[in-house]
């Protein structure tokens, strides 16, 4: 057996009020993939910054070759050999490529040579990027190339990848896998931090599942099942959603020909979206992050205004109204950002229950606010979608992301929609929490209202939509039924690696 | 009126004199936008710039020393911007617009035993030769050492920022504050370096008032430079020679306003005086109507408080 | 090594706190500005905050001016502190302030020497108005070309004192001056005299009008639709979006109603306290509103309190400057002390303050 490249040894690091990690161990080999696989919430990202510097222990040693290692900067840690892939990106959308690599590297070259050496090794490694361009021109795949190609021109020794494949398509997942294998095969250690369980069995050689900060398991993940593996991240039996088997009922929700402007400098907008939702029906809509699905839903739910007839519910042209007049039609929506987005950080639940609650839930007259029927509503929610607070005249961001997405969720689904939009409905929920969220989303449907569910979590949709399309770069895919997709037709719905060839002209 | 008397060349060489304070403040404001943080005290820092600078060159009868100390002067009480702002996590605007008080206040203080003094003058740089040649020579080459200064500190703000890793790390942490700590840079640092330097370009602009272009000391003697220079980043797109192109700009509406007043122009002199300020907004709005190029070059991170913690 | 956490809520307590911890600091580090302009700092501090109020000698003039600075105060920071909650930032109140004077001295000085009974009512409306049309400058350089309002508002106080020379020089001059400028002094005409209303108070339709703004700010924020639009909107603007919170329509009510409430306090300054438009009408009052904003935590009856406690501030710098000779501008640096420190306190609001082991050793 090789001696191990990096070990963690008894790593313990606690926040107010939660321990992050509680003595945890493992060891990396040189050129192995290592997957550390737990829930959201569950520690990887607190221990992973604690190898990369960005955090510091509270007791337990690391080891890097044999030596004492504690990094106590990024850049300490770099020179050390570690390597980082972010899951939301460190890059500066204003800067171009070239800019952005050099900022991840302890001495970069001069400019010119630099270009050439990211030109030389995104050949070798099939990861095509033209330095010059400005990154926030760029995919979200193609990022991701722009870090991994700032990690590998220091030639790691260990490289980390956070959660790296939530962004791409399944083809461009291959194309990283290759990337990868290739890696590894020439002694690069990768520790690979996912929840996907097929991804780890497809990579992985050696896994360390973590659950509450505390290591539960370490195993070889080619030779668990993914319910296996599932069960030893979550720790409970994990129910299977129950669809109930509704027959659509008549068209609620037209789109058609709905075109909308980007909404800020690097955003895509929508471009001649058309679809139709039934009564009873949930209709998926997947694809790569950035590719329209926040202009998706501001044009749903009315933040962003269109033609009349671009939307229609139950026939009757609602395009061009505002957020408040499609609310008292019926036309709910739940976005994906919790705070800032769907709550307000600081005020309260009661305050937040206003937030879309005072059409239909009569919680005002004239304008003239009625706070104890607020409350009492803020008081529903808590009480029907099991949101865990001391009460609701606590602020919205001293919430769990769990509670506060059930908050969320509970607060339109409680107003009884006709047409419920969603994005991200569990997004960084544990898997308890998404469990029950999308149980609740299927149940409405069944009492027939007609659902949209926005998300990049294939699985989800597969799991509980009946239709599925993909937005890319601001279209839609025509929706086909879930029932019997392929993830290579998805793929190829969800636009393929097609930006490879984007690159490869862009040079 | 008798529009004769305005000598064109004079005129320019004025307006470069009208010019420099504001350019010097714009200069240091855009370096500290460009790290992401909003200092609205920009008059605050010029006026107490004036002061300082005015109070040792008369005491020191060094105007060379004067300009030192404007430059202290105005990062020092930059420094308590920096302080509250990136330590204490206060709001930049309302930060701002309490250092501009404090500013105003502090500096009215300090100034009471100056009233009425005369500062040591200024020498103008007479270069040999370049100075003689007609047309160009009083325009360009009979200044007084500040002018070429602040021409020297925009090419250097536009060198370091396009050119050299420092530049480029403080473009990146006024970007994007979280992309750059987790890349191990030390923001609030940086952001304190910037605080200062446009703190200390402040300082200057404020003493070029009080030491050369008026030359004495009056209570609230900035008049809202400080303001038009916040514009003027706005206007030059948070480009270092466009900053340069529009306080120029802004000095020659000054210096012919001024020059209107004394033909004895048919305008009342309130108006006159009210135009570089109404011009001032009328490029404002010109230059932001534009949504997509004024939002271009905007540090994406403007404004936005950072804490370190999550 | 101190280090700062976030709470998980916003401290409640720390809210009411800090502002009087900031006045305690401010008294502290104000003692020690005026020990180094070599004044005893304790007998300062007592000139200012408490001979005004209490000293036998100067009480009976200086408490009524205690109501006659705080109604503009209060009047303006009220309507300074809706914006500022929205995210809206009017800095320019002292430029509404006078041409809401300009305007509702130019109603009476039309109307003289007539004695009717409309003509004060019409003034009010004339000085809400002009203040209200003033700040509309911004704001709809803001909602139609995305023009930053700081800049515009501020760069507008500037127009509006040459605008007031230029009166004060011809328009509005009194002609019976002997060429003096200025206009005719308000008080000696009547029907558009804002007289006390009590004897001895200092009470005045302006102060009557600033208390009005109180109560109607507090129900506005705590009862109203309208207020918890501009809570959100200010704290968070996306969620505004989502809720269907019109932006545009937000900032012209802000900056609108924040203009007019400073015509108001103009009106009510130039017919009331001041008489007259002269070329030095304005005294800050504008910018001092931003400071009795943030002081009450821009919550209306803070405010209240806040703007007389800053009044105090006034009047007791005018008397120090009298009985100790402490100059005029010492009192000014005090006040936006006091604003450094109200900031420097927030973060006790939403941070704890840990002190222990570096996060980096």
Redesign the interface.
């Known amino acids: 057996m090789t001696a191990p490249l990096l070990s963690i040894e008894n790593v313990t690091k606690a926040y107010p009020g939660v321990v992050a990690n509680s003595d945890v161990s493992f060891e990396i080999t040189p050129g192995e993939v290592h997957a550390l696989l737990g829930e959201n919430g569950a520690g990887k990202s607190t221990l992973v910054k604690m190898i990369y510097g960005l955090v510091r222990p509270d007791s337990g040693a690391m080891r890097l070759n044999g030596g004492p290692f504690a990094p106590p900067t990024p850049n300490a840690a770099r020179q050390a050999g570690i390597a980082m892939v972010f899951q939301h990106f460190s890059l500066f959308e204003a800067l171009d490529v070239a800019e952005n690599v050099a900022l991840g590297m302890e001495n970069p070259p001069r400019p010119r040579d630099l270009a050439r050496r990211i030109r030389e090794v995104s050949e070798t490694y099939g990861l095509p990027l033209d330095p010059a361009r400005r990154v926030g021109d760029l995919s979200a795949g193609e990022r991701q190339r722009v870090e991994i190609i700032r990690c590998l021109l220091q030639d790691p020794k260990l490289l980390i990848m956070d959660e790296p494949t939530s962004v791409l398509t399944p083809q461009e997942v291959d194309i990283l896998f290759q990337t990868l294998r290739k890696l590894s095969a020439e002694g690069t250690a990768i520790l690979y931090i996912s929840h996907k369980l097929e991804e780890i069995r497809a990579l992985c050689d050696a896994a360390t599942i973590l659950r509450r900060g505390e290591v539960v398991a370490t195993c070889d993940p080619r030779e668990k099942s993914a319910r296996e593996l599932a069960e030893l991240m979550v720790g409970a039996t994990l129910a299977v959603p129950n669809r109930g088997g509704a027959v659509p009922g008549d068209v609620r929700l037209e789109v058609s020909g709905l075109t909308v402007a980007p909404a800020n400098r690097f955003g895509t907008g929508l471009r001649d979206v058309a679809f139709e939702v039934r009564r009873g029906e949930v209709f998926g809509v997947g694809g790569v992050a950035g590719n329209g699905q926040e202009d998706l839903l501001a044009a749903l739910s009315g933040e962003i205004t269109a033609a009349p007839e671009a939307i229609r519910l139950d026939g009757v042209a609602v395009g061009h109204l505002g957020p408040n007049k499609r609310r008292s039609l019926g036309i709910l929506a739940a976005p994906e950002e919790r705070l800032g987005h769907a709550a307000a950080p600081d005020m309260s639940l009661i305050e937040n229950a206003l937030l879309t609650g005072e059409i239909r839930e009569g919680l005002g007259r004239r304008g003239f606010l009625n706070w104890p029927a607020a409350r009492r509503f803020a008081d529903r929610i808590i009480e029907g979608f099991d949101v865990r607070t001391p009460g609701p005249a606590h602020a919205a961001r001293s919430l769990s992301g769990g509670n506060l997405q059930k908050f969320v969720i509970g607060r339109e689904i409680l107003q009884r929609p006709d047409v419920l939009i969603v994005n991200q409905p569990t997004w960084g929920v544990d898997a308890a929490a998404a469990a029950a969220i999308r149980q609740a989303l299927l149940n409405l449907a069944i009492e027939g209202a007609a659902i949209v569910v926005i998300s990049q979590d294939l699985d989800e949709i597969l799991e509980i939509s009946d239709r599925f399309a993909a937005l890319n770069e601001g279209r839609l895919t025509p929706p086909r039924p879930t029932q019997g997709l392929t993830m290579e037709e998805i793929g190829l719905m969800m636009g393929g690696a097609h930006d490879m060839e984007v690159a490869h002209v862009a040079e | 009126m008798d529009l004769s008397s305005i000598d064109p060349i004079l005129l320019i060489a004025a307006l470069i004199v009208a010019a420099t304070p504001i350019l010097l403040a714009a200069i240091g404001e855009l370096v500290v936008e460009k790290a992401g943080v909003l200092n609205l005290g920009v008059e605050g820092m010029m006026i107490t710039g004036a002061i300082c600078g005015f109070a040792v060159a008369v005491e020191t009868q060094n105007p060379a020393l004067g300009f030192i100390g404007a430059a202290l002067g105005g990062a020092a009480l930059s420094l308590i911007f920096g302080f509250l702002t990136q330590y204490l996590l206060s709001n930049q605007v309302a930060t701002g617009l309490a250092l501009t008080l404090f500013g105003l206040g502090i500096s009215a203080l300090i100034g009471q035993a100056y009233i009425g003094v005369k500062p040591p003058i200024t020498a103008d740089l007479d270069i040999p030769l370049l100075s003689d040649v007609p047309v160009i020579g009083p325009i360009l080459f009979q200044h007084n050492l500040m002018v070429y200064l602040s021409l020297g500190i925009v090419a250097g703000v536009w060198y370091l920022l396009k050119y050299t890793r420092v530049g480029l790390v403080l473009r990146a942490v006024g970007e994007n504050h979280d992309a750059a700590h987790a890349l191990g840079y030390k923001v609030v640092r940086i952001r304190m370096l910037a605080i200062a330097f446009g703190g200390a370009c402040a300082g200057l602009g404020g003493a070029y008032l009080s030491l050369i272009r008026v030359p004495q000391w009056t209570e609230g003697m900035t008049a809202g430079a400080g303001w038009i220079a916040l514009a003027i980043v706005v206007f030059a797109s948070w480009k270092p020679w466009r900053v340069l192109l529009g306080a120029y700009l802004f000095g020659g509406i000054t210096v012919l306003q001024l020059n209107l007043q004394a033909a004895g122009l048919k305008i009342p002199v309130e108006y006159l005086s009210m135009s570089p300020y109404l011009i001032t907004i009328l490029v404002l709005v010109i230059m932001s109507a534009d949504r997509s190029r004024a939002a271009l070059n905007a540090p994406a991170a403007l404004g936005r408080p950072f804490h370190a913690s999550s | 090594m101190i280090r700062?956490?976030?709470r998980?809520?916003?401290s409640q307590a720390w809210t009411y706190v800090t502002p009087l911890l900031a006045v305690l600091a401010t008294m502290i580090a104000g003692g020690m500005l005026f020990a180094i302009?070599g004044k005893d700092p304790f007998v300062a501090i007592r000139t200012i905050f408490w001979d005004p109020l209490f000293n036998e000698q100067f009480a009976a003039f200086s408490r009524p001016q205690l109501l006659v600075k705080a109604g503009p105060l209060i009047l303006i920071a009220i309507g300074l502190s809706l914006g500022?909650r929205a995210g809206i930032?009017n800095?320019g109140a002292e430029g509404q302030y006078i041409i809401g004077a300009l305007c509702g001295a130019g109603v009476a000085l039309a109307f003289y020497p007539l004695e009717a009974v409309f003509i004060f009512p019409l003034m009010i409306l004339a000085g809400a108005l002009g203040g209200w049309a003033w700040a509309m400058i911004p704001g709809l350089?803001k909602t139609?070309?995305?023009?930053?309002e700081?800049?515009?508002s501020?760069?507008?106080?500037?127009?509006a004192e040459?605008?007031m020379?230029?009166m004060a020089?011809?328009l509005l001059r009194n002609p019976d001056g002997g060429g003096f400028p200025g206009s005719r002094n308000l008080g000696d005409y009547p029907a558009a005299s804002n007289e006390e209303l009590i004897a001895g108070t200092g009470m005045h339709w302006g102060v009557v009008a600033a208390f009005i703004a109180v109560i109607f700010a507090y129900i506005l924020l705590n009862?109203?639709?309208?207020g918890?639009n501009i809570?959100?909107a200010g704290?968070?603007p996306?969620?505004a979006?989502?809720?269907?919170v019109?932006a545009t329509r937000l900032v012209l009510f802000c900056l609108g109603l924040s203009g007019a409430l400073a015509g108001l306090a103009g009106l009510f300054e130039v017919a009331g306290p001041a008489g007259q438009i002269t070329i030095d009408f304005n005294v800050g009052y504008g910018?001092t509103a931003?400071?009795v904003a943030?002081l009450g935590r821009l919550h209306p009856v803070g405010i209240l309190f806040a703007g007389l406690l800053m009044a105090l501030t006034y009047i007791g710098g005018e008397l120090a400057q009298f009985m100790l000779g402490l100059?005029?501008?010492?009192?000014?640096?005090?006040?936006?002390?006091l604003?450094?420190f109200l900031?420097?306190g927030?973060?006790l609001t939403?941070?704890r303050i840990r002190i222990g082991r570096a996060?980096?050793?």
């Open positions: 700062l956490e976030k998980p809520e916003p302009l500022f930032w800095i350089l139609q070309f995305n023009t930053n700081i800049l515009v501020l760069l507008l106080v500037y127009v040459q605008l020379a230029s020089l011809g009862r109203h639709r309208m918890y809570r959100l704290q968070a996306r969620a979006r989502f809720a269907g019109n910018f931003i400071i943030f100059p005029a501008a010492a009192i000014q640096a005090f006040q936006g002390m604003l450094f900031l420097a927030d973060v939403n941070y996060e980096v050793a």
